[in-house]
């Protein structure tokens, strides 16, 4: 059964701690993507990789960070840097690195800061 | 700067009847276009694209339109489901941008029964 998971699907934490979403996917599809949405706007392209050991900043890189070690992996860590963090996470992924790829998303984990 | 734009946070129509989901663009070098639909804390889910070669595609009860010189791209639902109450997002790629997606804000869809 193919596909993304994300967990947790809802995670809390304290204002000031770093937290890491996970995101895994058993598509073997090359690219992988963040997202943030926050009510009454669109999805934000927060990171995106292309291939493994690659990433590259989205729109609103700010206070995150990512890795790709793995194909099948890539998480996403909240800092303390990042303003405002409470939101609902979106990781996808595509099968290539090219414009005409429909991304396929997982169910989303909803981050809350306290 | 709001690429793509969905001007119509919300839209209300009778089962049966025609949707009319609207989206405009600013950047021409978008040339690749899809629509998503999403539940609530769900992901969202491909749905129809097109490409900037066409002005038609269809599939089933969905049809998506695009006018190019107008920048603007419609999503067509016949005939109205209360199953298809969700948010529709547009969004668009250009080749020069890989595999980047930019999306609109987002229309809310209820069917009434």
């Known amino acids: 059964d193919g596909g993304i998971t994300q967990s947790p699907k809802y995670l809390f934490r304290k204002e000031g701690q770093n937290v890491t979403l996970s995101c895994e996917q058993n598509l ?14 669109g999805l934000r392209l927060i990171y995106y990789s292309q291939i493994v050991n690659d ?3 989205g729109d609103i890189a700010e206070g995150y960070s990512v890795s790709r070690e793995k194909k099948e992996s890539f998480p996403l860590t909240v800092t303390s840097a990042q303003k ?26 909803r981050l809350t800061v306290l | 700067d709001q690429q793509v734009k969905q001007n119509s946070p919300s839209l209300s129509v009778q089962e049966g009847r025609i ?9 021409s070098m978008f ?15 491909f749905l129809i694209s097109i490409s900037s070669i066409k002005d038609k595609n269809e599939d089933g009860r969905f049809t998506v339109f695009l006018n190019k010189s107008a920048k603007h ?3 067509h639902i016949v005939p109205s489901q209360p199953g298809d109450s ?3 997002f547009c969004a668009a790629s250009a080749r020069t941008s890989g595999s980047r997606l930019t999306f609109g804000e987002g229309t809310q869809l209820t069917v009434n029964p």
């Open chain 2, 86 to 88: 969700a948010v529709y």
């Open chain 2, 19 to 27: 949707s009319i989901l609207n989206c405009d663009y600013t950047n």
């Open chain 2, 31 to 45: 040339d690749y276009f899809l629509w998503y639909k999403k539940y609530p804390a769900e992901g969202p889910t």
């Open chain 2, 73 to 75: 791209l419609s999503l």
């Open chain 1, 28 to 41: 073997n599809h090359d690219a992988m993507y963040w997202y943030r949405q926050d009510p009454g706007q």
């Open chain 1, 55 to 57: 990433f590259q900043k």
């Open chain 1, 84 to 109: 405002n963090p409470t939101a609902f996470y979106l990781c996808a992924s595509s099968m290539e690195a090219s414009y005409r790829n429909e991304q396929f998303f997982g169910p989303g984990t």
